[in-house]
């Protein structure tokens, strides 16, 4: 998990879980409503995803901010999310 790997950079980047579980909840409110139960957890997964992005870039440093991209970029990467395919496109 990429947060908590954070701290490493610099001990200012500490995530409560009372934190985590706030924006848990509001990403659950953004995401779209779906009648399939597989399109409901993929809609639930990309707005927590996003949510969680967008609250962690806002409360870095602007120095760190490449870090993290290139992190979660090889994460990604590491999964197969991305790969060449979509760089080629």
Not at 16 to 26: N, P
């Amino acid at each position: 998990f990429l947060l908590t790997k954070l701290c490493v950079i610099d001990h200012m980047y500490q995530y409560s879980l009372d934190s985590f579980l706030t924006f848990f909840e509001k990403s659950v409110h953004k995401a779209p409503a779906r009648d399939d139960l597989h399109e409901r957890v993929t809609s639930l997964r990309d707005s927590l995803r996003m949510c969680i992005f967008t609250w962690v870039s806002r409360g870095l440093f602007e120095r760190h901010k490449l870090i993290f991209l290139a992190q979660l970029t090889f994460n990604l990467m590491k999964r197969g999310t991305i790969g060449n395919d979509d760089w080629n496109e």
